[in-house]
């Protein structure tokens, strides 16, 4: 597996959506613990998270090879499910209270480096969606 390979590989965006991390008043933590403390609650955030995670497992175990077509288009899907996840995590607080994420160093390098890993992703999948159409 070379290094493209490695980061157009669905569990590295998983990797990348997971270790997101999260700046609040006094605590911060990767955005999985969020994830996985809203399911009890039934949090938007954490069901959008958890489907992108589960359809991307399940995408490379059952489609990668076998169906090229449907794995790109789970791949997109699974990106798109984790952004609407980080949006609508931060859209609901209404407190302000992890906006420290978006104003502290090191936040902002884990943001930064799952959104340029998942644009890449997206970009990629797209051009190959389309080689296969045409």
């Known amino acids: 597996?070379?290094?493209?390979?490695?980061?157009?590989?669905p569990i590295c965006i998983v990797i990348?959506?997971?270790m997101v991390l999260i700046s609040q008043e006094h605590l911060g933590s990767f955005y999985f613990i969020?994830?996985?403390?809203?399911l009890p609650f039934r949090?938007?955030?954490?069901?959008?998270?958890?489907s992108g995670m589960l359809i991307a497992f399940v995408n490379l175990l059952m489609?990668?090879?076998k169906k090229e077509q449907i794995f790109r288009v789970l791949n997109i899907l699974t990106t798109l499910l984790f952004y609407a996840s980080l949006i609508v995590f931060f859209l609901q607080d209404r407190a302000?209270?992890?906006?420290?994420?978006?104003?502290?160093?090191?936040?902002?390098?884990?943001m930064s480096l799952f959104?340029?890993?998942?644009?890449?992703?997206i970009v990629i999948n797209i051009i190959h969606l389309a080689k296969k159409l045409a």
Request: charged share 5%.
């Open 63 to 65: 489609f990668q090879k």
């Open 43 to 50: 949090a938007l955030h954490s069901l959008l998270g958890l």
């Open 34 to 38: 969020y994830v996985f403390l809203g």
């Open 16 to 18: 990348a959506f997971s």
């Open 1 to 9: 597996m070379n290094l493209k390979q490695f980061f157009l590989n």
């Open 115 to 121: 959104v340029i890993l998942s644009i890449g992703f």
């Open 96 to 110: 302000h209270y992890n906006y420290a994420t978006f104003e502290q160093t090191v936040p902002l390098i884990f």
